[in-house]
Structures are given as structure tokens and as C-alpha cells.
């Protein structure tokens, strides 16, 4: 059965840091694609960033471009987000997700993963 689990969210004021990691298990994720994705109250789930297999190609949400930087371990099966000058905007649920199938390039639409995690609450004070 396949596990996807976040870590490493928590309360911190603007302008921290904070790394997001996502452990998956239960199948062979080395050569798939990950993303992450973020939902603040009242609003629809928004892409932040995703990562190709190898971690050659990168995707970001115009919003977090140059302050969010998303990579990942695959001897570990963890994809990690790191978040810099963190703004209270970016205070959201932020979610982990794997895609099912390969794929050459990374994916910016949530229809296109297939697995999910539970998520992680990050929230920036101002």
C-alpha cells in the first residue's frame, strides 16, 4: 500500500525558513514525478512546485519563484521543498503528491497525481 506523509510544517514569522520533507513508501517512486501542492482557508488547491524523476526539470508558481526551492533524495523516496522568506500568504495546508506514470516533464495540474499525502500545516505570522 502506498504511504505519502509530510513533515516539518509549523508556525514561524515572515522572512523564516522552513523545509517541508514527503516520504513515501510501498512502491518504486525513483522514477516517477513529484510536486507539491498548498491550500490556504477558503481557497482551491493551488500548485507550488514539482520535480522530474531525475530532478533535472523543476516547475514553480510564479508566487514562490526564487524563495521556494523543491528537490529530492531518491534513495530515500523523499521530494523536500525548502521555503525562504516566507510571507504570510504562503500560510496554507501544503500537500505532497506523486504521479503514477512517468512522465518527461513536471506537471503544474493536481488531475495529473495520483497519490497524496495528508498534508502539513504551514503558517507565517507577520
Known amino acids: 500500500q502506498v504511504r505519502v506523509v509530510e513533515s516539518g510544517g509549523g508556525l514561524v514569522q515572515a522572512g523564516d525558513s522552513l523545509r517541508l520533507s514527503c516520504a513515501a513508501s510501498?512502491?518504486?517512486?525513483?522514477?516517477?514525478?513529484m510536486g507539491w501542492f498548498r491550500q490556504a482557508p477558503g481557497k482551491g488547491r493551488e500548485f507550488v512546485a514539482a520535480?522530474?524523476?531525475?530532478?533535472?526539470?523543476?516547475d514553480y508558481a510564479d508566487s514562490v519563484k526564487g524563495r521556494f526551492t523543491i528537490s529530492r533524495d531518491n534513495a530515500k523516496n523523499t521530494v523536500y521543498l525548502q521555503m525562504n522568506s516566507l510571507k504570510p500568504e504562503d500560510t496554507a495546508v501544503y500537500y505532497c503528491?506523486?504521479?503514477?506514470?512517468?512522465?518527461?516533464?513536471?506537471?503544474?495540474?493536481?488531475?495529473?497525481?495520483?497519490?497524496w499525502g495528508q498534508g502539513t500545516q504551514v503558517t507565517v505570522s507577520s
Open positions: 520535480i522530474t524523476w531525475n530532478g533535472i526539470n523543476t
Open positions: 510501498g512502491r518504486t517512486f525513483s522514477n516517477l514525478p
Open positions: 503528491a506523486i504521479r503514477a506514470r512517468v512522465a518527461a516533464l513536471p506537471s503544474i495540474h493536481s488531475y495529473d497525481y495520483d497519490y
